[in-house]
């Protein structure tokens, strides 16, 4: 069983930081790719940021500046740092990994369950 645990979610005011982390678990033998993704009500999950395990990056423009992804590929992790965070911000962060499992050929997507962001004040 492969499993992605997020944690880090939560509420806080205009202007503040969240830190989510996302850890992928189970009979892994290798992840090529960790990502973060929104979903807002009624809109279509949307990238946010992703990383490969050698350490490129791509941002979405609206986060650009703001939020910052990383990875420990040893404890296959995945982090987004999110500062000067925006009411408009707030959604379902979902953590994606692209991953093959142990005994397996082939890479497949995997998803956390998500976790809230809600920005107010």
């Known amino acids: 069983q492969v499993q992605l645990v997020e944690s880090g979610g939560g509420l806080v005011q205009p202007g503040g930081s969240l830190r989510l982390s996302c850890a992928a678990s189970?009979?892994?033998?290798?992840?090529?790719?960790m990502s973060w993704y929104l979903q807002a009500p009624g809109k279509q999950r949307e990238l946010v940021a992703a990383i490969t395990s050698g350490g490129s990056t791509n941002y979405a423009d609206s986060v650009k500046g703001r939020f910052t992804i990383s990875r420990d590929n040893s404890k296959r992790t995945v982090y987004l740092q999110m500062n000067s965070l925006k009411p408009e911000d707030t959604a379902v962060y979902y953590c994606?990994?692209?991953?093959?499992?142990?005994?397996?050929?082939?890479?497949?997507?995997?998803w956390g369950q998500g976790t809230q962001v809600t920005v107010s004040s």
């Open positions: 189970g009979s892994i033998s290798s992840i090529t790719s």
């Open positions: 994606n990994a692209f991953l093959k499992r142990t005994g397996y050929n082939f890479y497949a997507d995997y």
